[in-house]
């Protein structure tokens, strides 16, 4: 009973894949740090549904205060069908021309990366590879400050979905690069200028995040495992000890051979 149960609850709080979404809120807020006596304001704006299939708002609010927006904000209906294909089939291989981003705006901002290879031409992004490399990152930065934003999806059927992103996602090795991306494809240059952190989903702060990725995705762990993967044949002991392994050679052998 108490199994049966614990099913209904999951269904019921996980949004239905497909679901057309109804709505998308996104709030933005600093974090009090130092502690203030009322606390940090909080920004909200809400984008409902309409009659065209287009999600829209004129207004936004600042805490429980409500403000109208010098102009009109829409979401196109053709980004709510394509972000609800990606849904359906629980997207998790994104190709340059679907995350709408060129080799060459990359290339231009690598000089803030440690890229150890070339951007490559058919720039790819693998939510997998890079969650298993994040995983083994070693270079973490804790800091204090910053903001949150939030993005909420509000689908036909009332059921809600959250995604939670913080400015120290990088940092800390905790960024979700399957929600920012779906957020991103809803959101950019939608969130306007009279709320704080609008350009979080700017052409920008996604080229940050890419080249983010691809730092992240060179790490030799996710490689050396795909290394071993690919000698089967190795002893057990020179697997722990990495016998013969040069990290280098390996990456410039794997593109020449792909």
């Known amino acids: 009973m108490k199994f049966r149960l614990l099913i209904i609850l999951t269904l019921l709080t996980i949004p239905s894949v497909g679901q057309d979404i109804e709505k998308i809120i996104f709030t933005s807020q600093q974090a009090d740090e130092p502690p203030t ?21 004129s207004d936004y609010y600042e805490n429980k205060k409500r403000k109208k927006l010098y102009k009109g904000l829409t979401i196109e209906k053709e980004r709510l069908e394509r972000v609800k294909i990606w849904q359906t089939t629980d ?25 150890n290879f070339y951007i490559p031409t058919k720039f790819i992004v693998k939510v997998d590879s890079f969650q298993f490399c994040q995983n083994y990152k070693m270079t973490k930065t804790i800091s204090t400050g910053g903001e949150t934003i939030t993005v909420t999806w509000v689908n036909d059927l009332g059921q809600k979905h959250e995604f939670i992103f913080d400015s120290n996602d990088i940092g800390e090795g905790k960024v979700n690069i399957k929600d920012y991306l779906f957020s991103y494809a809803l959101l950019s240059d ?41 000698n089967s044949n190795l002893p057990p002991q020179d697997k722990r000890t990495r016998k013969g392994w040069d990290f280098v050679e390996y990456m410039r052998q794997r593109i020449i051979k792909e």
């Open 37 to 57: 006596k009322r606390g940090r304001p909080k920004y909200k704006i809400e984008f409902k549904r309409q009659l065209s299939g287009d999600l829209a708002t």
């Open 91 to 115: 997207k998790r291989i994104f190709t340059q021309s679907e995350i709408a981003v060129d080799v060459t705006t990359l290339k231009t901002g690598t000089n803030n990366h440690k890229l």
């Open 190 to 230: 939608k969130i306007p200028s009279e709320i704080p952190y609008h350009d979080f989903f700017s052409q920008e702060k996604l080229t940050d995040i890419l080249l983010y990725y691809q730092e992240t995705v060179e790490c030799e762990g996710y490689y050396y495992k795909e290394y071993t993967d690919r």
